[in-house]
């Protein structure tokens, strides 16, 4: 049975029917003290424990990271669909945050931070973790947790944050919402699980409304491609009847399912393309609003050049950009042993912002294939 939920807000927790599968209210203390100890990591508080006292002497100035307040949010009315302030924030060019690593696997904090302050530096108005370029498929828990409270309180404001969750059940994913609002996030992205097509509308329903007691929600599509058009088309359907608190997607299909989606939300939802600026512009007649940006993590002249083209809807000159650098970035990067990952985190090390290691069994580039990708950019004109 589907939850019900009052419209007059997404965060109305006494007006949600349902338990989300948990049998009781999610807590925000839940979600690390339920989590695997790793290493001697114990909750401080309820909400961190030693990974971040790691993170903080981590950080290679030896400054002190400034917690972002931790003020109670008034509750926001999404009856009316996505606020202008947030489509607002989630238009034009955003980068997804990839965690940095050492050679030794543990994760590089400074990088990090480093990575975060370049976001700000090329007028990113939001950073987004995401399952996949996060790499949250190679983090515990409690890394996850650890991560995504470095990077609210290091942002502290100066740029919208959407954290994201694994591929928890729904209760554990609640949690994990409820924690990230508690940090100070302004949104979380939810990835069901979805292994043999175990989800159904009625259970998605439920897990996204699970999410939003908490935050604005931005719903991913990654694991619909796996689905029938017709699942997808119903749930979005549903999701704006019964659960005002979703209000943004990024977009992983890239097909004509993505088209019908975007057409049929984008009067509610902020609508944003993922991978390539080639497919913003599929997306472009059906109202897309932002798109996730590479170049927004090492050269993001060419991530405005392509959005000030857009603005003045001059298609020439964006598809020019497209053709000139979106283009041969991803043909190459794509090629790479460990696909484009691996490529975009060599890419940190060329900078000198990071290294290039990922975590076993991911593959990190080799010092032969690391200077193949510096020689490419350079010819490129893309460093």
Same mark, same amino acid.
């Given at each position: ?20 599968? $948990?049998?009781?209210? /999610?807590? %925000?203390?839940?979600?690390? @003290? =339920?989590?695997?100890?790793? !290493?001697?990591? *114990?909750?401080? +508080? ?114 919208? $944050?959407?954290?994201? /969750?694994? %591929?928890?059940?729904?209760? @554990? =994913?609640?949690?994990?919402? !409820?924690?990230? *609002?508690?940090? +100070? ?126 603005? =003045? ?6 598809? *020019? ?63």
């Amino acid at each position: 049975m589907h939850c019900t939920k009052n419209n007059q807000s997404a965060n109305n927790t006494s007006n949600h029917s349902c338990d989300n599968g $948990v049998g009781k209210r /999610t807590s %925000r203390r839940g979600f690390l @003290r =339920a989590s695997t100890t790793m !290493a001697g990591l *114990a909750a401080a +508080g309820g909400f961190i424990g030693t990974d971040e006292a790691t993170a903080r002497a981590a950080d290679a100035g030896g400054k002190k990271s400034t917690a972002r307040r931790r003020s109670v949010r008034p509750k926001r009315d999404f009856s009316g669909g996505c606020p202008a302030d947030i489509r607002a924030r989630l238009s034009g060019p955003w980068p997804s945050i990839r965690t940095p690593f050492k050679k030794d696997g543990e994760i590089d904090y400074g990088a990090l931070r480093a990575q975060l302050d370049f976001a700000v530096e090329a007028k990113a108005k939001a950073v987004v973790l995401t399952w996949g370029d996060s790499l949250f498929s190679i983090l515990t828990d409690d890394e996850i947790a650890a991560v995504t409270k470095v990077v609210v309180e290091h942002i502290n404001g100066r740029a919208y $944050v959407v954290a994201a /969750t694994d %591929r928890w059940w729904t209760g @554990r =994913a609640a949690e994990f919402s !409820a924690y990230c *609002a508690e940090l +100070g996030a302004d949104m979380v992205m939810g990835l069901p699980p979805d292994w043999a097509a175990s989800t159904t509308v009625d259970t998605l329903v439920d897990y996204y409304a699970a999410l939003a007691e908490h935050l604005p929600v931005m719903m991913v599509t990654n694991y619909l491609g796996r689905r029938p058009a017709a699942l997808s088309l119903e749930l979005c359907d549903r999701l704006m009847k019964e659960v005002p608190g979703v209000v943004a997607v990024k977009d992983d299909l890239c097909n004509d399912t993505a088209c019908k989606m975007c057409m049929k939300t984008h009067d509610r939802w902020v609508f944003s393309a993922g991978g390539q600026k080639k497919n913003h512009m599929l997306l472009m007649p059906y109202g897309v609003d932002g798109y996730l940006s590479t170049f927004m993590t090492f050269n993001p002249k060419i991530s405005w050049r392509y959005w000030d083209a857009i603005k =003045a809807n001059d298609m020439h000159m964006a598809m *020019a950009v497209v053709r000139e650098f979106d283009m041969p970035f991803f043909d190459h990067i794509i090629g790479y042993e460990g696909s484009f990952d691996a490529a975009i985190h060599g890419i940190d090390e060329i900078l000198g912002r990071g290294q290039r290691w990922r975590r076993m069994p991911y593959h990190s580039l080799t010092d032969k294939q690391l200077a193949e990708l510096k020689d490419f950019l350079q010819k490129h004109k893309m460093i």
